[in-house]
């Protein structure tokens, strides 16, 4: 059994790029959430995936838009990024939706914007 | 509007001690709340998940309470080692819907050798 596994590790950008992030699922997840963790902060959910489709946002502006795949994995895509996007970027699968409970985090990628 | 809230921000102590990290949320009609660990730059590993109808869990070294009357939870760890240095947050499902975690700031915890 995989664990989430994510890509890049560590990623630098300049202030009005375009990035995206990767993200796959633990084997026999079916759900893959984001959450954005800046410097001495906790993480801050920016949405869901479930069956392909979003299930659910956080407080994040649209150019922070996302994709899940048929097999689970998940790419996170951010527009026209800012110097205040810099963070950790964390993904986690679960089983189903409901199970927040269950989420498995993947290790991260860090986003340097500059 | 769910709020957690993560005292103190950051713990140093000698090897050996027992210590005592407080979280606290604003919602008390939560399913469920978890600790997880950091460590620098690194995911997050959960090392506690108490239900609801739990009043506490216990995991080798590490015992977590949870008062969902009062908004609070405890993370106890019992002889703390250098190992144990990492940052801890709590985390609850959001409120209205379990899709999302909430998170504290977490407490950065410094065991000294």
């Known amino acids: 059994e995989t664990g989430v596994t994510q890509s890049p590790t560590h990623l630098i950008k300049t202030r009005g790029q375009q990035v995206t992030l990767r993200c796959s699922s633990q084997?026999?997840?079916?759900?893959v959430s984001w959450y954005q963790q800046a410097l001495g902060q906790g993480p801050q959910f920016i949405f869901q995936?479930?069956?392909?489709?979003?299930?659910g946002r956080g407080n994040f502006p649209p150019r922070f838009s996302g994709l899940q795949f048929p097999n689970y994995s998940s790419e996170l895509n951010v527009n026209a990024l800012e110097l205040d996007d810099s963070a950790l970027y964390l993904c986690?699968?679960?089983?189903?939706?409901?199970?927040?409970?269950?989420?498995?985090f993947g290790p991260g990628t860090r986003l340097t914007v500059t | 509007k769910q709020e957690v809230t993560q005292i103190p921000a950051a713990l140093s102590v000698p090897e050996g001690e027992n210590l005592v990290l407080n979280c606290s949320f604003t919602d008390s009609a939560i399913y469920n709340l978890q600790w997880f660990r950091q460590d620098p730059g690194k995911g997050l590993t959960s090392l506690l998940l108490?239900?609801?109808?739990?009043r506490e869990q216990t995991s080798g070294r590490l015992n977590a309470s949870l008062d969902k009357s009062s908004g609070r939870s405890t993370l106890y760890i019992a002889a703390s080692q250098p190992g144990d240095s990492a940052t801890y947050l709590c985390a609850v499902p959001s409120q209205g819907g379990s899709e999302k975690l909430v998170f504290g700031k977490g407490t950065k915890l410094t065991v000294n050798p």
């Open positions: 108490i239900q609801s109808s739990q």
């Open positions: 084997s026999g997840h079916n759900t």
């Open positions: 986690a699968s679960s089983p189903s939706p409901g199970r927040s409970y269950e989420q498995y």
């Open positions: 995936y479930y069956r392909e489709e979003e299930n």
